[in-house]
Structure formats: C-alpha cells, structure tokens
C-alpha cells in the first residue's frame, strides 16, 4: 500500500473482488458514487453533493474507462476555462472536496 505522509492513518483501506464489486458494496451502505469528467455531467457548481460520497477520479489524459464511467450514480463536470483537457490529478479532488466540504461542514 502506498499512501500520502498521514494517509494510513486516517483512512481505513477495503478491498474488493473488483472495481465494480468495491463501489456496490459503498453503495449499499448509503454512499453515492459520484464520477468526474472534464467533457460531460453536472456542473460541480449546479450539482446536488451528498453527504456520503465516493470520488471516482480518472487517471491524466485517459480519464475514465467508459466501463467505470457507467458505474457512477451522478456524473460531475468542473468548468475551466477550456484551454486545457483537464485538471490536475491533485487539484479536482481539492476542489471537489472543497465544495463538499463548504456545503454539508
């Protein structure tokens, strides 16, 4: 496992049999699945953010798997400007997390 300086410690690891498995199992306990893309869903300012939320980021330039992208119950877009693909992989989680935070703390 590799985690950030803290991380271990304050997040409890899961496993799963499969991506798919992991998120059905969230869900069952109440939590949203919610996914990002930077060319389609909700504006993250337009967006009704639960309480109880996983993230599902993509990875760089490829994003999502179409295959992952079907597994979100809400799809949320953060708008830019459009003279770049996307966001850092580093910053939309900050500002995702920002914006929950500012509306259920």
Do not use: C
């Amino acid at each position: 496992m590799s985690t950030a300086e803290g991380g271990a410690e304050h997040v409890q690891a899961i496993s799963s049999e499969s991506f798919a498995a992991g998120l059905e199992a969230f869900r069952k306990t109440g939590y949203t699945i919610i996914i990002t893309s930077s060319h389609q869903g909700t504006p993250l300012a337009q967006a009704e953010l639960p309480a109880k939320m996983v993230l599902v980021l993509g990875q760089g330039r490829e994003g999502l798997s179409d295959r992952a992208f079907q597994q979100g119950d809400i799809s949320l877009s953060i708008g830019g400007t459009g003279n770049v693909e996307s966001l850092n992989i580093s910053v939309a989680p900050g500002i995702l997390l920002a914006e929950w935070w500012r509306r259920n703390a």
